[in-house]
């Protein structure tokens, strides 16, 4: 069974658009985090919740707004898409704030 | 501000023995980590030093000296499969956990 799930895999669509990134885990953590990986490889947070709470909110643009409707769940939503924000984007989960960090397969954006 | 830097790239040989650099400087210190990632993959977690000294786990070791802000990936008997990026991230403090990651340092292994 697959830990930390993301879909889509994969996500073109046009600048202007909203679209929203959806994150599972069946570990049972508390803490579940979103990262973005930009074309230089640089692994970056964006949010992180523990259960259900908003714990990490860094410098983003308020163009993305995440929700965790419980604490298995963290969706990735982001309104008016600019060509900026074609990245890889990496959900991830903890059991406990200080410990491993376990991530998903990744949602490859595009926007065109 | 938080600050990890690491080597760009490496290259070594298969079946040698290859030491990835980490220097970190943080505002407050909760564990260093490093992963691997394949090129088009997720990273996955490789080793975790919380206290000085040296983490063994089978091929790969990992070293920290938390005094000297510093920490290596040990890699050894090199296989073509190691060819991946190595990422060193660290929890710092102040409540968040916030695990920050350096740059990665992408490592070839050539025959």
């Known amino acids: 069974d697959t830990a930390v799930s993301q879909t889509p895999k994969y996500l073109v669509t046009q600048m202007g658009n909203d679209k929203s990134i959806k994150c599972e885990q069946n570990?049972?953590?508390?803490?579940m985090y979103w990262y973005k990986q930009d074309s230089k490889k640089f692994l970056k947070i964006m949010f992180s919740y523990n259960n259900k709470e908003l714990i990490i909110n860094e410098t983003v643009p308020n163009r993305f707004s995440p929700k965790s409707p419980d604490k298995a769940h963290l969706n990735l939503h982001i309104n008016s898409l600019e060509l900026g924000d074609s990245a890889v984007y990496f959900c991830a989960s903890t059991r406990a704030r200080g410990e491993t960090q376990y991530f998903g397969p990744g949602t490859r954006l595009l926007v065109l | 501000g938080q600050n990890i830097d690491q080597p760009t790239e490496m290259t070594a040989t298969e079946g040698a023995i290859v030491q990835i650099n980490c220097t970190y400087q943080t505002s407050g210190f909760n564990g260093l980590f490093w992963y691997q990632q394949h090129a088009g993959e997720a990273p996955t977690f490789l080793s975790y030093n919380v206290l000085d000294g040296l983490e063994e786990k089978g091929r790969f070791s990992s070293f920290l000296s938390r005094s000297k802000g510093y920490s290596y990936l040990l890699l050894k008997e090199l296989q073509m499969k190691d060819s991946a990026s190595y990422l060193c991230a660290v929890y710092s403090g102040a409540g968040s956990y916030q695990l920050t990651f350096g740059k990665g340092t992408k490592l070839s292994v050539i025959p």
């Open positions: 570990l049972g953590h508390d803490t």
